[in-house]
């Protein structure tokens, strides 16, 4: 499958931003420094730039200065920026950390786009700092040009934070090679809960170093040290780069506020102060939304993370949020279950707009697996799946009545991915292998870490009839990047056949898994 020559990235640009940030970033104390402490010069864009939730037709950009500004933002066709057009972006200060997003619209579809943001002194215009550049393409309007993006989650994770020694987040410039369209992150995009410490002693006695920060050293409670969590990622020059190249749909999970937590919850864990979850979670959330550049309908007065990006002709992804909606984590044998994982509201909201899509594809984006039995705790489960193989039951009552749904009024194209376990495989669900049949076959695909520790497989549940075609996962705990087992997914369509094909791979550039799957048919 050709990719269109004409979409090919001007690096120049990319390398010429990203040498900026890397300057400004060479050590870690200079970039957590204060804002106040360096008001003497010109604001600075230290943290790179990122695009997210493109379309045909818009997108948002997102910077971070070092003290109050106004961004300006800067597009162009080529990365000369002859006959740019200006977009003046918004005054970013201490109520949202210093970052700041401008939404571009009536871009031309399926396009390079090249932008550069300035950062202006408010009080005096003319004093503005050295510009970071970035790039994307458009959605194409055409059905007749490929999409290909790639998936995974779960950064910096159980310890295993930025290490010097191995040219840190490495992967990301893997990715990074590959040009994708888009990278959707499904969950666990930081590590709330999870400090890093300075050295970590592997099982073969080598040393394992971590690049530490003040706020990555305990676990997140205020809103400062939440926003510390994402400053800390962007201290990774290949996760800075790959944010210049590529950009983003993005989800969250659990991690970006505490492990396995649901509404109403309140702690019994010492190392927290603040044991309500609801709390910490509206901290989570404003630093979340304050650090990636995602469009959040705001239906409700406080804006929401579920959502459908819309990728041209070819591909709509349906982006959820298992997570503040959800009941409490519980057995999960209760036969009626109203609230289930995503609440009413939002499984109405995706079935109306399942049954409204025209996209050949329509791309489930789940932070959560569905027939993988994830536990919390020794009775109560996390996920969907409870391990209870007849009918269904809890949480899985929910997602029997989408799946019925999509059956009945006829939805095709619709495929899952997921992250959450720490390994990679992939799930085809049948109903003649299941306890629950009103429902059309179709498959689930999972990848992760991306930097993280891996874990084993846990058990599927046969209530929807899953059937693992392929996983690959370690069989001890915690096993370390510097050990491999981390894993990110790519799909392709292709502009001519319509044809979607899923590929799995590691670190390192091996492909583990490869199917492709016709289009035109009922849940997938």
Not at 401 to 417: A, D, N, P, Q, S
């Amino acid at each position: 499958m050709s990719r269109d020559p004409g979409n090919t990235i001007g690096r120049r640009t990319v390398l010429r931003g990203s040498a900026v940030a890397s300057a400004a970033l060479a050590l870690p104390a200079a970039a957590t420094a204060a804002p106040a402490l360096a008001l003497g010069g010109r604001p600075q864009a230290r943290w790179g730039t990122q695009a997210g939730d493109i379309t045909s037709t818009s997108g948002l950009v997102w910077v971070r200065s070092d003290r109050r500004a106004r961004m300006l933002v800067e597009t162009s066709a080529t990365d000369s920026f002859r006959r740019a057009r200006r977009w003046y972006g918004p005054l970013v200060g201490p109520g949202t950390d210093y970052t700041g997003r401008t939404a571009l619209h009536g871009l031309p579809p399926g396009e390079q786009i090249h932008y550069r943001i300035t950062l202006a002194d408010p009080d005096d215009p003319r004093r503005t700092g050295k510009p970071v550049y970035g790039t994307f393409r458009t959605a194409p309007a055409s059905r007749r040009r490929d999409v290909r993006f790639l998936w995974s989650g779960d950064l910096a994770g159980q310890g295993w934070g930025i290490n010097p020694d191995r040219g840190g987040f490495r992967i990301f410039s893997e990715m990074r090679d590959l040009d994708p369209d888009f990278f959707l992150c499904s969950g666990d995009s930081i590590y709330a809960d999870g400090p890093i410490e300075p050295t970590v002693t592997l099982p073969d006695g080598r040393i394992w170093r971590n690049i530490t920060t003040e706020e990555k050293s305990k676990v997140a409670e205020t809103l400062a040290e939440y926003r510390g969590n994402f400053r800390y990622n962007l201290l990774d020059h290949n996760l800075r780069d790959f944010n210049a190249q590529v950009p983003s749909i993005i989800q969250w999970d659990d991690h970006e506020v505490r492990n396995n937590w649901y509404p109403g919850q309140i702690l019994d864990d010492s190392r927290y102060t603040e044991k309500n979850v609801d709390v910490l979670a509206a901290r989570a959330r404003r630093a979340w939304s304050e650090y990636y550049p995602m469009s959040t309908p705001r239906t409700d007065g406080s804006g929401r993370a579920y959502r459908v990006v819309r990728h041209g002709p070819l591909l709509d992804v349906f982006v959820l949020d298992m997570r503040t909606y959800r009941n409490a984590n519980s057995p999960g044998r209760q036969t009626k279950d109203p609230v289930g994982i995503m609440g009413r509201e939002q499984l109405a909201w995706l079935k109306r707009e399942l049954a409204r899509s025209r996209a050949t594809w329509k791309v489930i984006a789940a932070d959560m697996p569905l027939g993988l039995v994830v536990t919390d705790g020794a009775t109560n489960f996390e996920a969907v799946a409870q391990g209870d193989p007849g009918a269904p039951l809890g949480r899985e009552l929910q997602i029997a009545e989408l799946l019925r749904y999509v059956k009945h009024r006829r939805i095709t194209g619709t495929v899952w991915l997921t992250t959450d376990v720490h390994y990679t495989s992939a799930q085809r669900y049948s109903p003649a292998k299941a306890a629950f049949k009103d429902f059309e076959p179709f498959w689930e695909f999972v990848s992760g870490p991306l930097h993280a520790g891996g874990f084993p497989a846990v058990k599927l549940d046969g209530t929807f009839g899953p059937e693992q075609m392929f996983i690959k996962a370690p069989d001890r705990a915690n096993v370390s990047p510097a050990e491999g087992g981390q894993y990110y997914g790519e799909v392709e369509i292709d502009g001519g056949s319509a044809e979607l094909t899923v590929r799995l791979r590691e670190e390192g550039g091996a492909t583990l898994f490869t199917k492709t799957l016709q289009p035109g048919r009922v849940g997938q």
